[in-house]
């Protein structure tokens, strides 16, 4: 097959496959304009949201995904990314999805979109390109968090009574404010020590963050953490 | 020459007091509707599930027996600051003075200025 072809373009050929092989940024790369053409229209890819007026969170479309390295786990996004099941139950703008009723705002689901679905193949690239975004390192490597475990009853007593967390989260099914991302999956989506981390100090990751500080002392926040393992853990 | 100074002021004090007002309902809304409703009553979509129902901000009655000062003091540190329930978080971390500020000016709109 190569026959045809001058000694110096097979040599360079033979190298560029190698690279590409060897190197993954190589591979990469394709993956990133990808990504940027099929998911940058919702999705942050860089921090500049950060540097825009705080309306800017009114207008978010998705989450971002700048620092999706720091915060998912791997595997949890290769299997989301085929099969996008909801997350937030009243989207990623809460407000623009609430309709006043005769009992108080009620969320209306009609507005919130399907995510799109991956196959495999692609799902698999993805997930390898975000776990490369990685710009909070130094964040992640401050935390001391080391999993540990908490009684159910103190644990719910903790996230419901004393820290009002479920003012806004649920922490099962159908338990609790629906404003906030769903927590009772939260251990099989995250990163230990981005919980633990975010936490601490939401603003720190992002400046626009609806999340308040309910606590920032570290033992009261790894209590937290540890009643999102045990919920998590007792996930499908 | 002095009252056209005067009222170059007075259109200058009235387009920054326009715009911390609108920059406090855009806050009210990001931040507070949640819980208090996007028509500031207190029935947000959170407050279903609400061990303790958020104050109704439409209450002229309960909100004018407050000072801008208590006001300004829970939405930076809380509810627990002021004894009343944690589901009341503290927004001392996500907003700054000014901000909270504009938000103390929006609730006095919602409660006293209904025609």
């Known amino acids: ?236 | 020459m002095k009252t056209l100074l005067l009222a170059a002021t007075l259109s200058l004090v009235s387009t920054t007091a326009l715009a911390e007002a609108g920059s406090g309902k855009q806050l009210y809304s990001i931040y507070c509707t949640q819980c208090h409703g996007v028509a500031g009553d207190g029935k947000g979509i959170n407050a279903a599930q609400m061990a303790v129902q958020p104050r109704d901000h439409t209450d002229t009655k309960e909100m004018s027996a407050r000072t801008d000062e208590e006001l300004f003091k829970v939405i930076e540190h809380g509810g627990k600051s002021i004894n009343k329930s944690v589901l009341m978080p503290p927004w001392g971390d996500n907003l700054n003075d000014d901000e909270i500020h504009a938000l103390v000016g929006h609730l006095r709109e919602l409660c006293c200025q209904k025609n």
């Open chain 1, 1 to 236: 097959m190569t026959k045809g072809i001058p000694v110096k373009l097979r040599l360079t050929l033979g190298i560029a496959a190698v690279l590409a092989v060897g190197v993954p940024l190589a591979v990469h790369a394709d993956t990133a304009a990808d990504v940027k053409q099929q998911c940058g229209s919702c999705h942050a890819l860089d921090h500049d949201y950060a540097k825009a007026a705080k309306h800017e969170r009114a207008e978010r479309k998705a989450p971002p995904l700048d620092f999706a390295g720091n915060k998912f786990r791997r595997e949890w996004l290769y299997s989301w990314l085929q099969n996008p099941v909801r997350l937030r139950p009243a989207g990623v703008f809460p407000p623009a999805h609430a309709k006043p009723s005769a009992d108080g705002d009620v969320v209306d689901t009609a507005t919130l979109a399907k995510h799109p679905a991956l196959d495999a193949a692609q799902a698999g690239k993805v997930a390898d390109y975000l776990m490369t975004l990685t710009p909070f390192d130094a964040l992640i490597a401050a935390e001391t968090y080391q999993p540990g475990s908490i009684a159910q009853r103190m644990g719910q007593m903790n996230f419901g009574k004393f820290k009002g967390c479920d003012g806004c989260h649920q922490d099962a099914p159908d338990k609790g404010g629906v404003s906030g991302p769903e927590l009772y999956t939260a251990w099989q989506r995250l990163q230990p020590a981005f919980i633990s981390a975010y936490i601490t100090q939401p603003a720190a990751w992002d400046p626009h963050t609806m999340m308040p500080v309910g606590d920032a002392n570290a033992a009261a926040v790894h209590k937290l953490a540890n009643y999102l393992k045990l919920i998590g853990e007792k996930q499908p």
